[in-house]
Each structure stands twice: as structure tokens, then as C-alpha cells.
T-cell receptor
């Protein structure tokens, strides 16, 4: 069965430090991959998505993600974290053509220290 | 404009009440979704409407009744809810006529059932 794993439940980084959030998926073919961010009590905002082509994807708010087929990973990165980046981050997978069913990871809660 | 609006933002209801949640989008999307999200958990898909017809029902109890009156509007009617139904209810929409769909989420309605 398809699944998405975000190994880190909670991460704390200092403001200005770099960030990498991990996402691994389990699926036979290349799925469609998404990263969403959720601020406390808010809805989900799309950061970026990967469908095909260049494996390094640029998103909003200075985020990027790299698709690595050999590792079944789609890790999210940011070179310098801002205090406003504190939020919950969800990786999601749309297996195959059934893109109206997203499979979400369990999320990573990011805290930013001043 | 990638905005999905939801009303109300907060709702408190008793177990015998009847209430409705409303979701609206003006992006021309023809697929609309309801998700339920418990605290510190990822969103769980409840219903999907495609071209105003219910296409997916994830075995949701009948006390939740979705309705899609037109292509821009999605309602979720609530009746005889249980305290465990307290959660953040998220609406999303996507373009149904694309092979690869990106879901855009609203800010959610936070529901408390007493």
C-alpha cells in the first residue's frame, strides 16, 4: 500500500539556520508529490509540488525540495529559516493518476528559536 | 487567485443541533473536497465532489451530509454529532479537467461538539 513517512515529528532550529524536513514515500511508480504548510489553527498552504522534469523544485517563501527516485524521498529545504516559518509541515503523495486522493504524512512540527 | 473561503470560522454545537458548514471558491474548479483534521494529525479525506456529483465517500457516518448546490459552493450538513466529531473541517478544491490536480485548501472551520 502507498504510504508517506515523515520521520521527524518535531524539529527545532535557530533563526537564520538552514532547514531540511524529510519525506519518504512508498509507491511502485513515481507519484505526484506535494509539500503543504499549516500555521496554527489555519488551513493548508501549498509550498511546492513535483510532477516530472527537474528534480529540484522551487516553491514559495524561499523553500525548495529535491526528488530523489533512488531514495524514494522528497525532502524540503530552506537555506535560512525565519521565525514566521514556525508551523506544521505536511508532505503528501498522489499515487499515479488518482490525484484527487492525497496521502498525507503525519507532519513535522517546526519550532524556530530566536 | 487561489482562495477558498469557509464559514463560519468557529462553531459550537450541541449533540442535538443541526448546523451547516459552507465552502466557496471562484477559481472555476470542478472538484471540491471535505477533510476532517484532528489535533496534531494530518487531514483525513471525507468526501469528494466532481462536477457537482459525489464521487468519493470515505465511509463517513451519515450524521455528516455533504451537498454541492453548484460548481462554486460546497456545504457540509451536520446533525446529531458526537463530541469525538470535534475537529478542524477543511475544504479544498482543484481543477477536475487536469490529469494532475493540485488541491487548494480553505482556512477551515473549527467545530466543537458539546
Amino acid at each position: 500500500a502507498q504510504s508517506v513517512t515523515q520521520p521527524d515529528i518535531h524539529i527545532t532550529v535557530s533563526e537564520g539556520a538552514s532547514l531540511e524536513l524529510r519525506c519518504n514515500y512508498s509507491y511502485g511508480a513515481t507519484p505526484y508529490l506535494f509539500w503543504y504548510v499549516q500555521s496554527p489553527g489555519q488551513g493548508l498552504q501549498l509550498l511546492l509540488k513535483y510532477f516530472s522534469g527537474d528534480t529540484l523544485v522551487q516553491g514559495i517563501k524561499g523553500f525548495e525540495a529535491e526528488f530523489k527516485r533512488s531514495q524514494s524521498s522528497f525532502n524540503l529545504r530552506k537555506p535560512s529559516v525565519h521565525w514566521s516559518d514556525a508551523a506544521e509541515y505536511f508532505c503528501a503523495v498522489a499515487p499515479g493518476g488518482a490525484t484527487n486522493k492525497l496521502i498525507f504524512g503525519t507532519g513535522t512540527l517546526l519550532a524556530v528559536q530566536p | 487567485d487561489t482562495e477558498v473561503t469557509q464559514t463560519p470560522k468557529h462553531l459550537v454545537m450541541g449533540m442535538t443541533n443541526k448546523k451547516s458548514l459552507k465552502c466557496e471558491q471562484h477559481m472555476g474548479h470542478r472538484a471540491m473536497y471535505w477533510y476532517k483534521q484532528k489535533a496534531k494529525k494530518p487531514p483525513e479525506l471525507m468526501f469528494v465532489y466532481s462536477y457537482e456529483k459525489l464521487s468519493i465517500n470515505e465511509s463517513v457516518p451519515s450524521r455528516f451530509s455533504p451537498e454541492c448546490p453548484n460548481s462554486s459552493l460546497l456545504n457540509l450538513h451536520l446533525h446529531a454529532l458526537q463530541p469525538e466529531d470535534s475537529a478542524l473541517y477543511l475544504c479544498a478544491s482543484s481543477q477536475e479537467d487536469r490529469i494532475i490536480q493540485t488541491q487548494y485548501f480553505g482556512p477551515g472551520t473549527r467545530l466543537l461538539v458539546l
